[in-house]
T-cell receptor, first 113, second 115 residues
């Protein structure tokens, strides 16, 4: 069964600090891995998409890594800001036709001043 | 600023009511999706449309009835819903389902409460 597990479930950090969110998956076959940010009351917004051959990708203060051998990914947030408070969702796409996605349960991040 | 617009943003309805959720995308995409997001659960895919044709029905109860009149509009018709159907319903679009490595663009959802 395809699964995506994220940790921690929730995290509180102080403004300006760095943090790393984890994602482990058992999806097969693998096509790509995505990280989404979902603000409260809003829909998810794509941060990064990584294919099998990519092991790191950045989007501003967000840096995602991918280890396809261990089936793990991380999202590192540098110099956190209050606006980073949101849920971060890891999503893995299979290689089957149809762009089918398996969603993780998300990590809820709260950045405090 | 999202290119996918969902209305209404909030909906409260009784179990015997009939209502519809609307989604419109202004991105020129050909694939549209309905998802259900319940508290503390991962997003669940409900339906997929590609070039107006339904390509995926993820074992969704018949009390949910999708309609895709064109590539820009997607509806979800609701009737005789149950309290456990209370959730955030998200619409998304992408270029088309057969193209890999493309993001799905989400609307801000309709928060549905069943009394």
């Amino acid at each position: 069964k395809n699964q995506v597990e994220q940790s921690p479930q929730s995290l509180i950090i102080l403004e300006g600090k760095n943090c790393t969110l984890q994602c482990n998956y058992t999806v097969s076959p693998f096509s790509n891995l995505r990280w989404y940010k979902q603000d409260t009351g809003r829909g998810p917004v794509s941060l990064t998409i990584m294919t099998f051959s990519e092991n790191t990708k950045s989007n501003g203060r967000y840096t995602a890594t991918l280890d396809a051998d261990t089936k793990q990914s991380s999202l590192h947030i540098t110099a956190s800001q209050l606006s980073d408070s949101a849920s971060y969702i890891c999503v893995v796409s299979t290689n089957n036709a149809g762009n089918m996605l398996t969603f993780g349960g998300g990590t809820r991040l709260m950045v405090k001043p | 600023e999202t290119g996918v617009t969902q209305t209404p943003r909030h909906l409260v309805m009784g179990m015997t009511n009939k209502k519809s959720l609307k989604c419109e995308q202004h991105l020129g995409h050909n694939a549209m999706y309905w998802y259900k997001q319940s508290a503390k659960k991962p997003l669940e895919l409900m339906f997929v449309y590609n070039f107006k044709e339904q390509t995926e029905n993820n074992s969704v109860p018949s009390r949910f009835s999708p309609e895709c009149p064109n590539s820009s509009h997607l509806f979800l018709h609701l009737h005789t819903l149950q309290p456990e159907d209370s959730a955030l319903y998200l619409c998304a679009s992408s270029q088309e389902t057969g193209v890999r490595n493309q993001p799905q663009h989400f609307g801000d959802g309709t928060r549905l409460s069943i009394l």
